[in-house]
Structure formats: structure tokens, C-alpha cells
């Protein structure tokens, strides 16, 4: 009797620590690392600590899965057992055949501990990493760090095996570099976003827009001729001024007589300067800036 309570007290430590490895491996996962680096600013050794493990999460994502195998595997030798020695007393009690008696306790036994390490071991420590990773992390931290170091032969073997066996499927190398979002996950996010006003938002239409860039050319962005306020040679100053006090951009394309050729840029500042000097402003061409001319599928 004494021993079946040692091993229904050991299948459920194993629970405890399936459920502890799978909340580290989540709540690993889950931290960013501007989270990790601000977590070893405000709490100390344990925070510097959580920042060197996040630092190398392949290896410590590693000894997460090593560690919920192992619990699993030992939750499955003695949990079944020792709820099928406590049970089976009690049909035999009822009058059940030896093998009915066994089979019984032993689907019971195996249900109780499959709920158990369902719901304990994985379903709860998940939600609860999912939900708190800062503070599942800096809770882990410390003891994985030593089951990693306790089991690094073990760790290192696994991983050698499994980069070993992925360079011959041509894969390369066990890694999880990828901690950045990818362009769409970031307009995902950026798309979730609610405003605060009853205006929309600036800096969240810019950032869209920013996000949707590189799927443009210059073609997509161009101005039609139609809806461009422009100069022209043969314009006087007159002219000029007059579409200035107008439209009262800063600066202007300047085109060959026949709106064809663009000559360069007009900015109104240095017209403006060479007025407040005195200078002659009859002709209007030296004061053109270059123009920087792109292809319309750039």
C-alpha cells in the first residue's frame, strides 16, 4: 500500500514537471526580446539570468522537450500502475473476475492519468505561458537553466543527431532565427490597430502605407501632367509668381515649350532670394535645380 502512495505521489511530480517544462517552452517562445532585455534591466540575477536563456533559445527550447519526454515517459511507467494497484482492491471487492478486475482498474487508471496529464501537464501551463509570458519566464528561468546544465551531454547528443540528420535531408541545421515578423504579419498588426479618436489615425495610416511600399513602382505613385501645377519655357516672371501666389507649392517641374522635356526643378526659395537681392530674373533657367528622372517600373 505504502508503495502504490510513493508512486501515485511520483506520477504526479511528474505532472507537475510536464506542465512545468511545457509552460517554459511556451512562455519562451512567446517573450520577445525587448521583453527579456527589459525583464534583466528591472529584476535583478533572475532577469539577466532569462535574458542569457532567451539569448540561446534553440538549446534551451531543446531541454524543454527532453524535459517533457522524459516526465511523459515516467508518468506512463508508474502512473498507470499505481492508480491500478489503489483501484483494483476495490472491484475485487465487488465480485469481478481477476481479469475483469485488472482490466477495469487499468482503463480507469489509464484515463485518469491521460486527464491528468492533458489538462495539468499541457492544456493548463500552456494557457497560463500564453497568457503571462514575462512572468512564467522569469519563474522558469532559473531552474531550466540547471536541468540544461544537468543535462547537456544528453542535450548535445540530441541536437548533433537531429542537424545531422537534417544536412542529409539537405535542410541544414536545427535553428529558430526566425524572432522578426515578416512584412505581412506586420500589416496583420498594424490592420488591428484601433484608433484613438474619431479620426483615423496618422501614424497607423502611415505605417501602412510605409508596409505597402515595397509592392508598388514608381508608375503607382506618378502624377499624371493633367494634375501637376508646372512651368513652362517663355513664362514670365509675372507668371510665375502669379501660379505661385496660387497654388503656393515650394517647388515646381519646369518643362520645354511643348510640355514634353523636363528641364529641371524651380524652387521657389532661390527665385525668391535672387528678387530680394536685386538680381535679374528676366531669364529663369540658371536657377533650375537637376531633376531626378526614374524609370516607371523602378
Known sequence: ?????LLLALALLLVVLNGFFVAAEFALVKLRHTQAVGLAEKNGWRGRLLLNVHAHLDAYLSACQLGITLSSLGLGWVGEPAFA??????????????????LTAFIIAFSIISFLHIVLGELAPKSMAIRRPEAM??????????????????????????????????????EHTSHRYSR????????????????????????????????????DLMRSRDHMRSFRDGM????????????????????????????GILHMKDLLVEIARGNPTDDLRPLLRPANLIALET
Not at 540547471?146 to 548533433?160: E, G, K, Q
Not at 484601433?194 to 502611415?206: E, F, M, W
Not at 501660379?243 to 519646369?254: I, L, T
Open 184 to 219: 505581412e504579419e506586420l500589416k496583420l498588426i498594424v490592420g488591428r490597430q484601433q484608433p484613438t479618436g474619431s479620426a483615423p489615425d496618422q501614424d497607423l495610416t502611415l505605417m501602412s502605407h510605409a508596409l505597402e511600399l515595397p509592392e508598388l513602382v514608381a508608375g
Open 236 to 263: 514670365s516672371l509675372a507668371d510665375v509668381m502669379a501660379e505661385f501666389a496660387e497654388s503656393r507649392y515650394s517647388r515646381y517641374p519646369w518643362f520645354d515649350r511643348d510640355g514634353e522635356e523636363v528641364l
Open 1 to 5: 500500500m505504502i508503495g502504490n502512495l
Open 137 to 174: 519566464s522569469l519563474w522558469t528561468a532559473a531552474p531550466l537553466y540547471l536541468f540544461y546544465w544537468a543535462m547537456y551531454p544528453a542535450i548535445w547528443l540530441l541536437n548533433n543527431s537531429a542537424n545531422a540528420l537534417l544536412r542529409l535531408a539537405g535542410w541544414g541545421d536545427v
Open 85 to 102: 494497484h489503489l483501484l483494483q482492491p476495490l472491484f475485487d471487492t465487488l465480485g469481478l473476475t481477476p481479469e475483469a478486475s485488472r
